[in-house]
T-cell receptor, first 123, second 109 residues
Framework: GAVVSQHPSRVICKSGTSVKIECRSL??????MFWYRQFPKQSLMLMAT?????????EQGVEKDKFLINHASLTLSTLTVTSAHPEDSSFYIC???????????????????FGPGTRLLVL | GQNIDQPTEMTATEGAIVQINCTYQ??????LFWYQQHAGEAPTFLSY??LDGLEEKGRFSSFLSRSKGYSYLLLKELQMKDSASYLC??????????WGAGTKLIIKP
C-alpha cells in the first residue's frame, strides 16, 4: 500500500524559533497533500490543502504567514511553523491523496494516506 | 453548516460487541469513512460506505443510511487492542473530508 512518511516524529523547540516538518509520499505521487493539527482529546482539524506547484489553501482561522506550506514536488510537502509559541504545541499530521488531483479519488476507500504524525512541543 | 456527531466515549467488555453511531449533515455526500486512531498515532482506514447498507470486513462492519444521515461502526469479539478512538468522516461535494470529534472506546477485561 501507499506509504507516507513524516520527519521529524518529535521536536522540542524554544518559543520564537521556527520548525519545519516534512511530509513525503514514498511510493506514489501525491498532487494533493493535507496538513492537520490535533490537540489532545480532540479530532483532526484540517489546516490547509497543499497542491503541487501552487499556493496552499488555508482553512478559516489558520494564519498562512505563520504556517508556511511548500509543495515543491509530487512527493514532498513541508510545513514550517514560524515563530512558534507554546500554544502551537500539538500533533501535526499530514496525509496524501491518490488520484489525478482533480478531486476525484482513484479509490475512495483509501482516499487519504496518513503520515505517522509529528509531535511538536514549544517551550 | 457541516456537522458530524458521534459519542465522546464508550466503554465495552472484552469479547463483547459495541456499536458506535455517527450522524452527519454535510454539503453534498461522496461517502462516509471510519478510521481508527490509537493514542499518539495517525489514523488508519477501517471502512468506506457510499451506498446504503452494511459493509462487513472481518470483526468490523459499517452501516450507512443516507436518507437518515446516519452510520454506525460495529465491532465484534472485542479485543483489548481495539481500545482506540474511532473517527467518522464524510467526504463532501468538494471531495474534502469532514471529520467528527472521534469516539474514545475503552475496552475492559
Amino acid at each position: 500500500g501507499a506509504v507516507v512518511s513524516q520527519h521529524p516524529s518529535r521536536v522540542i523547540c524554544k518559543s520564537g524559533t521556527s520548525v519545519k516538518i516534512e511530509c513525503r509520499s514514498l511510493d506514489f505521487q501525491a498532487t494533493t497533500m493535507f496538513w492537520y493539527r490535533q490537540f489532545p482529546k480532540q479530532s483532526l482539524m484540517l489546516m490547509a490543502t497543499s497542491n503541487e506547484g501552487s499556493k496552499a489553501t488555508y482553512e478559516q482561522g489558520v494564519e498562512k504567514d505563520k504556517f508556511l506550506i511548500n509543495h515543491a514536488s509530487l512527493t514532498l510537502s513541508t510545513l514550517t511553523v514560524t515563530s512558534a509559541h507554546p500554544e502551537d504545541s500539538s500533533f501535526y499530521i499530514c496525509s496524501a491523496r491518490l488520484g489525478p488531483g482533480t478531486g476525484v479519488p482513484s479509490w475512495p476507500g483509501e482516499t487519504q494516506y496518513f503520515g505517522p504524525g509529528t509531535r511538536l512541543l514549544v517551550l | 453548516g457541516q456537522n458530524i456527531d458521534q459519542p465522546t466515549e464508550m466503554t465495552a467488555t472484552e469479547g463483547a460487541i459495541v456499536q458506535i453511531n455517527c450522524t452527519y449533515q454535510t454539503s453534498g455526500f461522496n461517502g462516509l469513512f471510519w478510521y481508527q486512531q490509537h493514542a499518539g498515532e495517525a489514523p488508519t482506514f477501517l471502512s468506506y460506505n457510499v451506498l446504503d447498507g452494511l459493509e462487513e470486513k472481518g470483526r468490523f462492519s459499517s452501516f450507512l443510511s443516507r436518507s437518515k444521515g446516519y452510520s454506525y461502526l460495529l465491532l465484534k469479539e472485542l479485543q483489548m487492542k481495539d481500545s482506540a478512538s474511532y473517527l467518522c468522516a464524510v467526504m463532501d461535494s468538494n471531495y474534502q473530508l469532514i471529520w467528527g470529534a472521534g469516539t474514545k472506546l475503552i475496552i475492559k477485561p
